[in-house]
């Protein structure tokens, strides 16, 4: 039985929250400056208005 339209935007969702976690923990781990800047835009991709780290 295939998805309804609903559902796939759920599943979306959940994926694009469980890889914006990731990449902050990634961040948070990171101690490279070239590491943490390339993780910060792609958070931003994701999450526009995300308050990041004082640079």
Do not use: H, N, S
Not at 31 to 47: F, G, N, P, V
């Amino acid at each position: 039985m295939p998805l309804t339209e609903k559902d796939r935007k759920r599943r979306r969702r959940q994926r694009r929250q469980k890889k914006v976690k990731l990449l902050k923990k990634e961040l948070a781990e990171a101690t490279d400056t070239k590491t943490k800047k390339k993780l910060i835009e792609k958070i931003r991709r994701y999450q526009p208005w995300w308050e990041g780290p004082e640079e």
